[in-house]
């Protein structure tokens, strides 16, 4: 098959995984080096669908073993089997890379024959660029579950991040889909590579020449929508994630129906892409908020609000802390407000220092007032308009924002990357 053909079907088969953004990692320009990781380096765009495209993005080989449900290259499937050569491959992306197509790569594969020798060329591959083509710009590669240490110890000396995706919640959910893949043969590596990242931190400040060991961390994937899992079941599994992994990010992948006729599978998905954004929101607060996955979901409540974001659904729920007073509040309290983010709560810290915060410098200083007004006093005024009521408030509120039920597909996708732009 000709090397086009290929690139075009292994390309296409790579575009449902989203966890790929080139973030992270800041090894600098060498001497005799290609290429770069530092930001100006790194040039995001936007493919159709919103999502941030920097790298190619690309399979090794879609020939697999497995028989996932859900997998468009599931051993099942009527689809032409493809497979680069690590030659090929490597040279691929220095044409592109020359050619100002790309300024990185993300490699994932098919389980061809074994995880140890797909694990084993892919890592091929990512020499060939590293010590023969002296390419210094972004790697990310998805490494195998169930793979000897000693390929991840390799791999995390060439990378600059590494993966394994989680795929679903659960693992009653991953027997039904995925019935040859185990949690458990997941969660190893990704607690190996975090004990990995650690010694490599400590190594890094005793010995001079001690070498990077994947210096943009490791990050895992979920999908949502396939399986009757609640957002409450992946909110926890995500704190989880970050608080016993050193997860650098938990991304979200909306299922999308591509496999037809399986009884196993949901034949069409609700709001897929609007869920996907609410668990990035729902996210964000974890990472940056201090919010606990307890207090944006519970039992009792186990879905996300498609109405409004969570934070707004944690304060009309605990309204008995509102209204605040802006100049006497903490930035713990304060990032507890919607509509006012972490550099503005900040900014509100630094400026009270000097005089009293007004109003008017209140939007000067970026928040969000349209959301903010009704759970803030300044200076002992309060500008909401309406009484601090959960019901009204929220019904103002979306009086007031029409597209809350309607969000942009672009606006969503966008979220993925620059969440700070949707949170507040």
């Not at 390929?151 to 000396?157: F, S």
């Not at 889909?177 to 190893?188: E, F, N, R, V």
């Not at 400590?202 to 609640?230: E, N, S």
Request: with cysteine; hydrophobic share 40%.
């Amino acid at each position: 098959m000709e090397l086009m053909e290929k690139l075009k079907v292994l390309a296409e088969s790579a575009k449902y995984d989203v966890s790929c953004s080139s973030s992270g990692s800041d090894r600098k320009k060498k001497k005799g080096m290609v290429g770069n990781t530092s930001l100006p380096g790194i040039c995001h765009s936007w493919a159709a669908d919103g999502r941030c495209v920097s790298l190619l993005k690309i399979l090794y080989t879609n020939d697999c073993i497995y028989n996932c449900a859900y997998c468009v290259n599931r051993s099942t499937a009527d689809i032409n089997r493809v497979e680069f050569t690590p030659r090929e491959l490597a040279d691929i992306t220095m044409n592109f890379y020359r050619r100002n197509y790309i300024e990185g790569l993300f490699i994932s594969s098919a389980i061809k024959i074994s995880p140890e020798y797909t694990m084993e060329r892919m890592i091929a591959v990512v020499k060939i660029l590293r010590l023969e083509e002296k390419f210094n710009g972004y790697i990310h590669l998805k490494a195998i579950p169930g793979v000897d240490q000693r390929l991840l110890d390799e791999a995390g000396l060439y990378v600059d991040r590494m993966s394994i995706n989680l795929e679903l919640p659960t693992e009653k959910s991953l027997k039904l889909l995925a019935p040859q893949k185990d949690q458990k043969k997941m969660l190893l590596p990704m607690g190996y590579l975090k004990d990995k990242l650690i010694e490599n931190k400590k190594d890094m400040k005793v010995y001079r020449h001690a070498k990077p060991f994947m210096p943009a961390g490791q990050t895992t994937q979920l999908m949502i929508g396939a399986t009757p899992d609640t957002d409450y079941s992946i909110v926890r599994l995500s704190e989880a994630m970050y608080k016993n992994m050193s997860m650098k990010r938990v991304y979200y992948s909306g299922y999308v129906p591509i496999v037809q006729n399986n009884s196993l599978l949901p034949a069409t998905v609700k709001t897929p892409k609007l869920r996907e954004h609410r668990l990035y929101q729902a996210d964000w607060l974890l990472r940056f908020y201090g919010f606990a996955a307890d207090e944006i979901l519970s039992s009792d409540q186990p879905d996300l609000d498609m109405e409004v974001d969570p934070k707004c659904n944690w304060a009309l729920k605990h309204i008995e802390y509102f209204p605040m007073e802006v100049n006497k509040a903490s930035i713990e309290e304060l990032l507890r407000v919607p509509g006012i983010g972490n550099i503005t709560a900040r900014r509100i810290l630094q400026s009270r220092r000097f005089a009293p915060v007004t109003y008017e410098d209140l939007k000067k200083m970026g928040v969000v007032l349209k959301r903010a007004k009704y759970f803030i006093l300044c200076n002992g005024k309060y500008y909401g308009e309406i009484d601090v009521d959960s019901d009204k408030i929220r019904n103002k509120m979306l009086f007031l924002d029409p597209t809350a039920k309607h969000i942009n597909v672009n606006q969503i996708s966008m979220a993925e990357q620059f969440p700070a732009m949707f949170s507040g």
